[in-house]
């Protein structure tokens, strides 16, 4: 079996079965990541280079110092895919693709899975519901937006991952001041109608433009609110061959099929507004975080970073590829930030769990269960005993503005 190279870039330690599985199929790994990260326990055995990137802002890297440096990886090895194992290397793996022409998301489909306000307007442009939006570059659209559309709003960066930099608006004082505080920064972002409703996600994988895999869930703590209020985030798994669920996988789809995604993980959110319409807030061409894969696991019995591997290396060798669903449970998922360090978990064990995350100074908890119900219960009560003697919560950090 001829080896193939995959370069993984990551700026956060992420991507360890990824990396792991992708060895295991006979692939030479290499690895570019940021020289913050040297110390953190990657899969060494299964990397056969690492490259470290020096950070010139939190995720950021100089993208034209690591195009110039991925010309020595392609004098000295013949690079067959580029994997982006975090959101915010979607950008460069995008890059490197494009300005090396290895097969993959270029730079313009990229947007749509990076780009909030892109991803808004090609959904509304494809008969996709959206909340109402506004870029926020010229005064006059924006006064006449918010006339139209009353607020509350949300202010949304662009490219920011997960809840990171979202700010809800009440009134049209506010929102000036808010994007006069962006100063040079203001492009970088845009308005929203803040839809109130539940919010759910859809895990996927894509091989040939065909949904291969899909796992629906519900945040029963969306991000936005943990983001700003603190508190327990929680998720969990809904039962996948609900109505409910078949009218979810139907708007994921027109989605990634009008954005154009060919192969790979991807990572969906929608809201059910008050209103009974589902309504497209964004998508990733990743892995999901927060450790939903764990709880995918628990589910389905299904690795989602392993698969994506799996899914990777069948496009380099041309072979089908298929999932196979272990199991058919339910899951929830519940992570928060602890006062201690390593918090003792020996207070929640029940046979549901499935397992205790290992997450510094967080308490992490994964569950399973034949019964969606339990799953509830038992969410519900770890929340309220972690909110009682675990929790730890922290004023929301804002980002500098330049």
Known sequence: MMEKTIVCISCYYKGFDFIDEAKKLGNKVILITSESLKTKDWPWHAIDEVYYMSEIAPSTWNLEHLVQGF????KIHQVDAVVALDDYDVEK???????YRIPGMGQTTHRYFRDKLAMRQQALDNDI??????SIFNDAKLNKFIEEHPGPWVLKPRSEASASGIKKIKDREQLWTAIENLKEERYKFLLESFKPGKVYHVDCLVYKHQIVFACCSQYTSPPMKVSHEGGVFATRTLDQNSDFTKALLKINQQVLEKFGIKNGATHSEFIFGDDGQFYFLETS?????????????????VNIWREWARLEDALLRKNDYSVEIKSNLFAGLLIALAKEKNPDTSIFKCPQIFKFLSIDNHIGIVFKSESEQ?????????????????????????????
């Open 285 to 301: 061409s990743r892995v999901g975080g927060a450790h939903i894969p764990d709880m995918i696991e628990a589910a389905t019995g």
């Open 71 to 74: 010309s020595y990886l392609m």
């Open 93 to 99: 793996a995008a890059m490197i693709r494009e300005t």
């Open 129 to 134: 519901n959206v909340p109402e939006f506004s």
């Open 374 to 402: 339990q799953i509830i219960e038992d969410l519900d009560c770890a929340s309220e005993i972690i909110a009682e003697s675990i929790l730890n919560i922290l004023p929301p950090t804002e980002k500098p503005t330049s």
